[in-house]
C-alpha cells in the first residue's frame, strides 16, 4: 500500500508565490519518475513538468522561467515552487509518482496519484 499526497495549495494573487508538496509514503523500494498536473475548469488535465530520479526535469512551455520542480528522495518528497502565478494558473494540481513496487515476485512499475490540491489565482 503507498500513498502520495498533496499539500501547500490556497488562494494567491497575481504575481505572488505557491510552493506545493507531493509526499509518498508506504512500501516501495523506489520512486522512479514523479510529476506534476493541472486541471482547470473545463479543461483536461495537462502535465506541467515532470522529473526523473536522477533530477533531469522538464517543463510546459508556459511554466518556463516561473515554475520550478524538485525532489527530495531521503523524504520521498516533491515540491513545486510557483513564482510570478498568473490568473491562468488557476486549476487542481496533481501529483502523480510511478513506484516500483514487488509484486508476485517481480518489481514493477505503478502510477499512483494523489487527491489534488486547489490553486486559485486572483487579482
Known amino acids: 500500500q503507498v500513498q502520495v499526497v498533496e499539500s501547500g495549495g490556497g488562494l494567491v494573487q497575481t504575481g505572488g508565490s505557491l510552493r506545493l508538496s507531493c509526499a509518498a509514503s508506504?512500501?516501495?523500494?523506489?520512486?522512479?519518475?514523479m510529476a506534476w498536473y493541472r486541471q482547470a475548469p473545463g479543461k483536461q488535465r495537462e502535465l506541467v513538468a515532470n522529473?526523473?530520479?536522477?533530477?533531469?526535469?522538464n517543463y510546459e512551455d508556459s511554466v518556463k522561467g516561473r515554475f520550478t520542480i524538485s525532489r527530495d528522495n531521503a523524504k520521498n518528497t516533491m515540491y513545486l515552487q510557483m513564482n510570478s502565478l498568473k490568473l491562468e494558473d488557476t486549476a487542481v494540481y496533481y501529483c502523480?509518482?510511478?513506484?516500483?513496487?514487488?509484486?508476485?515476485?517481480?518489481?514493477?512499475?505503478?502510477?499512483?496519484w494523489g487527491q489534488g490540491t486547489q490553486v486559485t489565482v486572483s487579482s
Open positions: 502523480n509518482a510511478a513506484f516500483r513496487i514487488r509484486s508476485g515476485g517481480a518489481r514493477n512499475l505503478y502510477d499512483y
Open positions: 522529473i526523473t530520479s536522477s533530477g533531469n526535469t
Open positions: 508506504g512500501s516501495f523500494f523506489s520512486i522512479s519518475t
